[in-house]
């Protein structure tokens, strides 16, 4: 059994700043990925970024001056730094983590900013 939880969301100012983290309990394969996804009001789901047990990282390029992911050593959590947020990030930010033949996601943690 593998459990996905995210947190850190709330209500920011634009410019304002938020660091959302996701721990992965369980037993977990590698290779693996961690990714943050999120999903706006009427809009799809994208991809945000993720960090693979490799190491290497990727960004959305709409994002990508202005979020940090990391993943710390005993690869069991991620976090998003994000900074500069403007109101085009409002969205329920999910996190997935995603092994050989398994997916799981959390439930998301939602991030406002006003303008």
């Known amino acids: 059994q593998v459990q996905v939880v995210e947190s850190g969301g709330g209500l920011v100012q634009a410019g304002g700043s938020l660091k959302l983290s996701c721990t992965v309990s369980?037993?977990?394969?590698?290779?693996?990925?961690i990714a943050w996804h999120r999903q706006a009001p009427g809009k799809e789901r994208e991809l945000v970024a993720y960090?693979?047990?490799?190491?290497?990282?990727f960004y959305m390029d709409s994002v990508k001056d202005r979020v940090t992911i990391s993943r710390d050593g005993a690869k069991n959590t991620v976090y998003l730094q994000m900074n500069g947020l403007k109101p085009e990030d409002t969205a329920v930010y999910y996190c997935?983590?995603?092994?050989?033949?398994?997916?799981?996601w959390g439930q998301g943690t939602l991030v406002t900013v006003t303008s």
């Open positions: 997935a983590h995603t092994g050989p033949g398994y997916e799981y």
């Open positions: 369980g037993r977990t394969s590698t290779p693996n990925l």
């Open positions: 960090a693979s047990s490799g190491g290497y990282i």
